[in-house]
Nanobody, 115 residues
């Protein structure tokens, strides 16, 4: 069973930066597609960014040019660097690992952007 543990969430002022981490319990990053999702209070979960085993990346329009997803296979960890944060970026951020019908989720890490 694969476990994913997110960390790095915090309270930050608008315009600030955070780096989220998603640590996997097994060496899956070279195989699985890794996604970041977020869910704001009262809203549906939305997809944020993706990195494939071939290191292709893509982003939601709302975070493009501000967020960067990357991974360190040696550390079994995926990162989400978030810059120029806005209040609308507030939410619970989840890491997801997907391959075919297999899909694993972490417990989430809270990001709050507020002055």
């Amino acid at each position: 069973q694969v476990q994913l543990v997110e960390s790095g969430g915090d309270l930050v002022q608008p315009g600030g930066s955070l780096r989220l981490s998603c640590a996997a319990s097994a060496n899956i990053l070279s195989i699985f597609v890794i996604n970041w999702y977020r869910q704001a209070p009262g809203k549906q979960r939305e997809w944020v960014a993706q990195i494939t085993s071939g290191r292709w990346t893509r982003y939601a329009d709302s975070v493009k040019a501000r967020f960067t997803i990357s991974r360190d296979n040696a550390k079994n960890t995926v990162y989400l660097q978030m810059n120029s944060l806005k209040p609308e970026d507030t939410g619970l951020y989840y890491c997801n690992a997907a391959l075919g019908e297999k899909s694993y989720w972490g417990q989430g890490t809270q990001v709050t952007v507020s002055s």
